[in-house]
């Protein structure tokens, strides 16, 4: 199973492609669709569709695993984010890849094994699952992998239930 994980922003979109084969993870991606802050903001968006499209017709995903969005104290930012997932999720559907949302807590479940751990935490699992030499940067870039390992891993105890 190939998996496309994305930690969605709006100037920094983090991106990382994993492969489960068993139980081993292999890193195939990862990066940063980035844009600038003083581009209009149909241009940045034309740019995160564009660059999710073509990651996504390069690698070919089995399923884009995205964080699910939660509202923070800016309502401006949230809704750009939003506006900016809608683009991510567009790419995804006119690929017919299927989209799955986590939210921070089971992303920390599935890759630590524990709800409140602390992002570097997170990091440095996502590091040695992938049997990476370091943390990837930007941590958007580690965020989207740790991403694609949570739905490898919720994936799997769903096949199991059905297989079972």
Known sequence: MIVLGIDPGYAI???GVVQQVNNKFKMLYYGAILTEAHTPFNLRIEKIFDEADALIKTYKPDAVAME?????????????VAQAR?????????????IYEYTPL?????????GRAEKKQVQEMTKVLLGLDKIPKPDDAADAL?????????AGSILGKLNG
């Open 13 to 15: 979109v983090g991106t």
């Open 68 to 80: 699910k969005l939660y509202f923070n104290t800016n309502q401006k930012t949230a809704i750009d």
């Open 86 to 98: 809608g683009a991510l999720i567009l790419a995804a559907q006119k690929n017919r890849v299927p």
């Open 106 to 114: 089971q992303v920390k479940m599935s890759v630590v094994g524990y």
């Open 146 to 154: 740790a991403l694609a390992i949570c739905h490898c891993h919720s």
